[in-house]
């Protein structure tokens, strides 16, 4: 007769907690008419996400904190995603707008943007896909919504391997630059429509707004 799954060690969770540095300082260089709201709003939600992983490393038998965390990390999610899309209506205004914005400033903030949209959709994919690090923690992981090579793989993949945090940051920036997947298969529509609305954020911001204000620069 089989026992309960056995609790799992959570993975280390300082790229997860480098990557929400990364977007604090990515909102933070923003112009202030391209946030949505003001810029102490993100070290508030940066903040409460950090006291989440931290809950984890410190807990990490502890249940509790895994769904804090899996409720902190994707608002902060959602909240950059929304930054995101507004950020770039803001941006397309001001390219159609008669009182351009410079070169400069556009260059710099589509950049923001764009790594930002990759950052966020990175720590929504993690935190989704079978039920996030929640249920890989108690070795019950639901239906993954997304297919790796690696379980596939004959060699130099360790038994029992299970996608991190690095894995999503990977299909995330995959993503956002070749608008497909590359090595990964969404199997679940959550999946598939997460990765279109990604694509679609990242093809305006490259196409649109990068394009024109390497123009703007070139002539």
Request: charged share 10%; with cysteine.
């Amino acid at each position: 007769m089989s026992g309960p799954p056995a609790i799992q060690r959570p993975e280390p969770r300082w790229p997860v907690a480098l990557a929400i540095l990364i977007l604090l300082i990515l909102i933070t260089v923003l112009p202030d008419h391209y946030r949505l709201l003001p810029s102490w709003v993100a070290f508030v939600v940066a903040a409460i996400a950090w006291l989440s992983l931290l809950g984890v490393t410190m807990n990490r038998n502890e249940q509790r904190w895994l769904h804090i965390e899996a409720a902190a990390l994707k608002a902060l999610a959602l909240f950059l995603i929304l930054v995101a899309g507004v950020s770039l209506v803001v941006l397309i205004g001001d390219i159609l707008s008669p009182t351009k914005a410079s070169g400069i400033e556009l260059l710099t903030s589509s950049v923001a943007i764009w790594a930002c949209n990759v950052l966020a959709f990175s720590l929504l994919y993690w935190q989704v896909d079978g039920n996030g690090p929640v249920r890989h923690h108690r070795g019950r992981a639901g239906r993954p919504d997304w297919l790796f090579t690696q379980p596939g793989a004959s060699e130099g993949v360790p038994p029992g391997w299970q996608p991190v945090f690095v894995d999503y940051l990977f299909l995330a920036f995959s993503t956002a630059t070749a608008f497909s997947t590359t090595d990964t298969i969404p199997l679940t529509p959550t999946a598939k429509l997460l990765m279109m609305l990604e694509a679609a954020i990242s093809m305006v911001t490259l196409v649109v707004v990068a394009s024109r204000a390497i123009n703007i620069l070139g002539s």
